[in-house]
């Protein structure tokens, strides 16, 4: 679908108005008679997921390349930086992190850390625009959507890879008796980061309790989050445990920190629960390195274990 920039869909229509009532329809998007205001069009929506997926371009802008949604309210701009809390946190919008003014197709954003952006806006469809930054050359697409009508748990599953990174240890708080016994069960703690690109995991021994500055990390290696082939709601994980080989976890959420484990080769159910949360608030603090990225999970042929 052809894009319409905000300025130049008015301009086209003073061209076309009469003194009569006027529609115009170019390319399936309803255009009435009256100019497009751009704060208008922005504050339309509670929320706009930023597809990061769908970003073009090779630069970036910061407070973008870390939002999961964009709020704009009277002037402020909100964001949901973290996943952990997403749909709770400021009714659902997030935490402010600047200012916004908006018109005539350009969306100005001063952001508290990152300072002033200035943005072209178009308008892709009913509910989608491009923010586009003409200092790197980069374009965003946002999704609209009212409070009420999103998704928080669909946006929480689909990059759940993210919330294992926003604690700094997750630690071990149940095992079921079930179960065949294997090396896994002595493990206590895990940390999921990334590093030059990777994604690490370190784990511990450690007795339960230890205070997060005292653990002592026994093992560091790759992990991996996946997509089940035909199972849609299914994520799997695998950690590079020398004696794991070819064996995963089934991944599952509990609550937005508390996370189950099940190891289907031995039939054991693990529970941990996040410890140390890492708010990402502004882009400027030293634990805001997280960024999301174009990402698209591989596939594990795998059918569904748990019951």
Known sequence: MKKITL???????????SSCYTEVILEDVFVE?????????????DLWYVDINATEGLGEVPFLQRAFTLSFTNGLLYANNNISGIGKTGNGLG???????????????????DGLWIFDVYQVNSRTLELYDR???????????????FDYDRVFYENIEYLLQE?????????????????FDEENYLQFYEDNGG???RS?????????????WDYEGFYEVYDVQNDETLKTLTLDYDFMGNDYFELYVIDDRTIE?????????????????IQFLKSGSSSTAKKRAKTKNPIMNVVRKRK
């Open 7 to 17: 300025l130049g869909t008015a301009t086209l229509l003073m061209m076309l108005l």
């Open 33 to 45: 008679d009256t100019t497009l205001q751009t704060r208008q069009l922005l504050q339309a929506y």
């Open 135 to 149: 200092r790197s050359n980069t374009s965003y697409f946002v999704d609209g959507y009212q409070r009420g009508s």
């Open 95 to 113: 935490i402010r992190v600047g200012y916004f003014d908006a018109g005539s197709g350009l969306l100005e954003i001063d952001h508290d850390v």
């Open 199 to 201: 994604t690490i995991f």
């Open 167 to 183: 604690y700094d240890v997750w630690e071990k708080t149940y095992v079921s008796e079930t179960g065949a016994i294997n090396d």
């Open 204 to 216: 511990s021994i450690d007795p339960i309790g230890t205070p997060l500055n005292g653990l002592l």
């Open 261 to 277: 484990l099940y190891h289907p080769d031995s039939g054991t159910v693990y529970e941990f629960q996040g410890r140390g949360y």
